[in-house]
């Protein structure tokens, strides 16, 4: 029996009735998919895609490290926020009490003019 495929001649001995693993088949003619350049072809395609996974790892690497930079800039920013926040409320706090006493001390100022204003009649 002989199959033709693709320019490979593969010829069956005789007693060839179904498939047998078993069985020796002899492939004569030359066969065009692999040829002296097919493996230099795939070690240059390997090496290529490793080469291009190293450079796109590096170049995440390089991303990840100024996104990193980035949100430590960020958290240490909320750190300032903060303590601002907390030194204007206790700004606040005492802008509230100096309005307090200040209006106390002119109540008491008044008290004392109206004290006086009774001495002079």
């Keep these: 029996m002989v199959s033709h495929n693709n320019g490979v001649r593969i010829v069956l001995d005789n007693n060839f009735t179904d498939w047998n693993p078993n069985k020796n088949i002899t492939i004569k003619g030359k066969c065009n998919m692999i040829n002296g350049w097919s493996i230099p072809a795939i070690a240059f395609a390997v090496v290529s895609q490793a080469a291009a996974a190293i ?21 240490e920013n909320e750190k300032e926020i903060a303590v601002v926040q907390v030194q204007q409320q206790v700004i606040v706090d005492d802008i509230k009490e100096m309005k307090s006493t200040d209006k106390e001390m002119r109540d008491m100022i008044n008290r004392i003019y109206e004290i006086m204003r009774s001495w002079e009649e």
């Design 55 to 75: 450079w796109w790892a590096s170049d995440t690497n390089t991303k990840v490290e100024r996104n990193t930079t980035a949100i430590e800039q960020v958290v």
